[in-house]
């Protein structure tokens, strides 16, 4: 089945630069590449998405690249703020369901 | 708030025993789907159903069971249970079946099993 790694584990950044979190998936056939956010005691929310035919997506400050050959994707998240502080998920589909990697807690530093 | 309602919100049990986790998905979407999110494991996923049919399963356990009835919610069965099923159970919902159609999930249930 697919298998998706998330790096790096923890990432801290100064409120006002960027966040970068990548991912990588084995299977070639995922089509679908969404990014949840979960703040502590809630589901996770989903954020942006992208699918295998589109290489990048842009909604305000969130970004997402996809390399189909590298089988990687990242989101880039500008001008932090503290609200962005929250565990971040990547997930790829593919066989029939969404396999999400580790997640990522990211802590913006005022 | 994703539009997706979980109850309980929390759960604790003894071990050896059944509990029922109930989900009511979107307005409007088919599917549904349930995870379980345990530290060491991360976002797994454990079945989905759209329109009252099985469609995909995953890491589910034998003790574990669920359905979907005809107004579309859905209760996942969790019977004798153990200390290591002690986690958050998330439901998601999407319109139809999945071919890449985004999830949205509820607010979840933390199970405790003592």
């Known amino acids: 089945g697919e298998n998706v790694e998330q790096h790096p584990s923890t990432l801290s950044v100064q409120e006002g630069d960027s966040a970068v979190i990548k991912c990588t998936y084995s299977d070639s056939a995922s089509n679908y590449f969404p990014w949840y956010k979960q703040e502590l005691g809630k589901g996770p929310q989903l954020i942006i998405d992208i699918r295998s035919n589109v290489g990048e997506k842009k909604d305000q400050r969130i970004a997402v690249t996809l390399n189909k050959t590298a089988k990687h994707f990242s989101l880039h998240i500008t001008e932090t703020q503290p609200e962005d502080s929250a565990v971040y998920f990547c997930a790829a589909f593919g066989n029939n369901r969404l396999a999400f990697g580790k997640g990522n807690q990211v802590v913006v530093i005022p | 708030d994703s539009g997706v309602t979980q109850t309980p919100k929390h759960l604790i049990t003894a071990t050896g025993q059944r509990v029922t986790l109930r989900c009511s998905p979107r307005s409007g979407d088919l599917s549904v789907y349930w995870y379980q999110q345990s530290l060491d494991q991360g976002l797994q996923f454990l079945i989905q159903?759209?329109?009252?049919?099985?469609?995909a399963k995953g890491n589910i356990l034998e003790r574990f069971s669920a359905q979907q009835f005809p107004d579309l919610h859905s209760e996942l069965n969790l019977s004798s249970l153990e200390l290591g099923d002690s986690a958050l159970y998330f439901c998601a919902s999407s319109v139809g079946d999945p071919m890449g159609e985004t999830q949205y999930f509820g607010p979840g249930t933390r199970l405790l099993v003592l």
């Open positions: 159903y759209y329109n009252g049919e099985e469609r």
